[in-house]
Every structure is written in structure tokens, then in C-alpha cells.
């Protein structure tokens, strides 16, 4: 069964750091994985998509990194803005036609 | 366009009664999710609708909980004789098609609270 980890659970960073967010997946065999961020009382929105066969995937101040056979991805925040403050979530797609998610990132961006 | 939108918002109840939460996928998603988001647990899938049949239902957690969705576009969650421990946000979601290379797009949910 596909187990998603994240570390660290919450983060609190002062405006302008740059930072690194961790997850880990027990099962290699993935199609691609998500980064979402969820707001409070919102949904989630994807801000990074990478299939099985790429590395990384950036998006303007965002980028993924993804290494598939070690079962590990990183999302890379630059210069760390307070309007970054979210949860941020990964979720491995198996094939099970759904997404395995880890239980989240919670970031607070100090002004 | 619009998103995938969800009601009830929020929605209280009392033990043993039956609730449906109504998701409204994106215009022209053929493939439609339901996941469930417990205090302190991270998301967890239910139940995905390609058009309107459900080729997976392992991820609902008893048979008090169904699913239908009709003309290929709004799905209904039902939960029967509802339970404390079901009290969770019911996030729907919706893509265009079953593909692995497809993103999903996410409703804003449903907070039940079964009291």
C-alpha cells in the first residue's frame, strides 16, 4: 500500500527565505505527483504536476523536483512571500485512478 | 469558467440521521472524485465516477456510504445513519477525463459535523 510522508508538518519562516518542502512515497511505481496548496475553509488548488518520466516542473517562484526510484520530491519556494502561508500537500497517483496524499506542510510566512 | 463547486458548504446533523452532499464537477469532466479529509488525517480517497459509473468503490469505508451520479455530470455522496466518526471534510473533485497525466481540480467541500 502507497504510504505518502511529509516533513516537516509546519514550518514558520520570515518573508524573503527561501525553503524546501519534503515528501517521501514507499512505492516507486507512481504516474506523477502533485503539489497542492489548501487555504483554510478552501479547496485545493494544483500548483505543480510531474509525470513519472520528468525530474522537475517550475512555476514561477515554485519548483518541483521529483526522483522517482528513491521515492522522494522536494517543492522549492523562493524569496517566501506571507501570502504563501497554506498547507501545502503531495500526492502520488498510482493508477488506482485516485491521488495517495501525505498529511501536509503547514507553512506560516512571518511579514 | 466555474470551478467544481460543493453543497452544502457546512452541514450539522445528529447521530443516526442521513445526509447528501452534492458535488458539481467542472463543465465537460468526464471523471469525477470523492475524498475524505479527517481532523489531523491527511486526505483520503472514497469513491471516482467515470460518466456515470463507478468501477472502484473499495475506498467508501462502510456500506452506510453511496455514491451516484447522473447524466455524466453532478454526483451525490450519501451517508446513512451517520456516524461521529464520520464528521470530516468531503472534498469532490473533477477531471477531464481518467488519464494519470490529468490534473484534478478541487471543489472548496463539504465540513460535516455529526453530533
Known amino acids: 500500500k502507497q504510504e505518502v510522508t511529509q516533513i516537516p508538518a509546519a514550518l514558520s519562516v520570515p518573508e524573503g527565505e527561501n525553503l524546501v518542502l519534503n515528501c517521501s512515497f514507499t512505492?516507486?511505481?507512481?504516474?506523477?505527483l502533485q503539489w497542492f496548496r489548501q487555504d483554510p475553509g478552501k479547496g485545493l488548488t494544483s500548483l505543480l504536476l510531474?509525470?513519472?518520466?520528468?525530474r522537475e516542473q517550475t512555476s514561477g517562484r515554485l519548483n518541483a523536483s521529483l526522483d522517482k526510484s528513491s521515492g522522494r520530491s522536494t517543492l522549492y519556494i523562493a524569496a517566501s512571500q506571507p501570502g504563501d502561508s497554506a498547507t501545502y500537500l503531495c500526492?502520488?497517483?498510482?493508477?488506482?485512478?485516485?491521488?495517495?496524499f501525505g498529511s501536509g506542510t503547514r507553512l506560516q510566512v512571518q511579514p | 469558467g466555474a470551478g467544481v463547486s460543493q453543497s452544502p458548504s457546512n452541514k450539522v446533523t445528529e447521530k443516526g440521521k442521513d445526509v447528501e452532499l452534492r458535488c458539481d464537477p467542472i463543465?465537460?469532466?468526464?471523471?469525477l472524485y470523492w475524498y475524505r479529509q479527517s481532523l489531523g488525517q491527511g486526505l483520503e480517497f472514497l469513491i471516482y465516477?467515470?460518466?456515470?459509473?463507478?468501477?472502484?468503490k473499495s475506498g467508501l469505508p462502510s456500506d452506510r456510504f453511496s455514491a451516484e451520479r447522473t447524466g455524466g455530470s453532478v454526483s451525490t455522496l450519501t451517508i446513512q445513519r451517520t456516524q461521529q466518526e464520520d464528521s470530516a471534510v468531503y472534498l469532490c473533485?473533477?477531471?477531464?477525463?481518467?488519464?494519470?497525466?490529468?490534473?484534478?481540480?478541487f471543489g472548496p467541500g463539504t465540513r460535516l459535523l455529526v453530533l
Open positions: 473533485a473533477s477531471s477531464f477525463r481518467i488519464a494519470e497525466q490529468e490534473t484534478q481540480y
Open positions: 500526492a502520488v497517483h498510482t493508477g488506482r485512478r485516485a491521488l495517495t
Open positions: 512505492d516507486s511505481a507512481i504516474y506523477n
Open positions: 463543465s465537460g469532466h468526464t471523471a
Open positions: 510531474i509525470q513519472s518520466s520528468q
Open positions: 465516477f467515470q460518466g456515470n459509473s463507478a468501477p472502484d
